[in-house]
């Protein structure tokens, strides 16, 4: 089983950037595709972003396009998520997972096999 571990959350203000991080180990990260999702207080978990095994296919939660961008290393065994022109509603925990299964990228939670702890993102208005 894999194990995730995110990183590079933060408060920013709006308008700014911030780029998260979610570190494999125990298993290669290439044999997984990666989504990226988030949770703020007293809603659904959503996606965000995710990346398909090989980093050829991604896909984006409506409200994050041409503003966010999902990218991997598997020599580094990361899945990276570049997060531009945050607003406050993006402020949530924000959570990577792995779905070992799919060749393609699946945007619901419940498809996902193993989970990070999440890294909170907060912007300011």
């Known amino acids: 089983q894999v194990q995730l571990v995110e990183s590079g959350g933060g408060l920013v203000q709006a308008g700014g950037s911030l780029r998260l991080s979610c570190v494999a180990s125990?298993?290669?990260?290439?044999?997984?595709?990666v989504g990226w999702f988030r949770q703020a207080p007293g809603k659904e978990r959503e996606f965000v972003a995710g990346i398909s095994r090989s980093g050829g296919k991604t896909n984006y939660g409506d409200s994050m396009k041409g503003r966010f961008t999902i990218s991997r290393d598997n020599a580094k065994n990361t899945v990276y998520l570049q997060m531009n022109g945050l607003k406050p509603e993006d402020t949530a925990v924000y959570y990577c997972?792995?779905?070992?299964?799919?060749?393609?990228?699946?945007?619901?939670?419940?498809?996902?096999?193993?989970w990070g702890q999440g890294t909170q993102v907060t912007v300011s208005s």
């Open positions: 997972a792995a779905d070992g299964r799919s060749l393609q990228v699946v945007t619901t939670r419940f498809w996902y096999d193993a």
């Open positions: 125990g298993r290669t990260v290439s044999t997984y595709a």
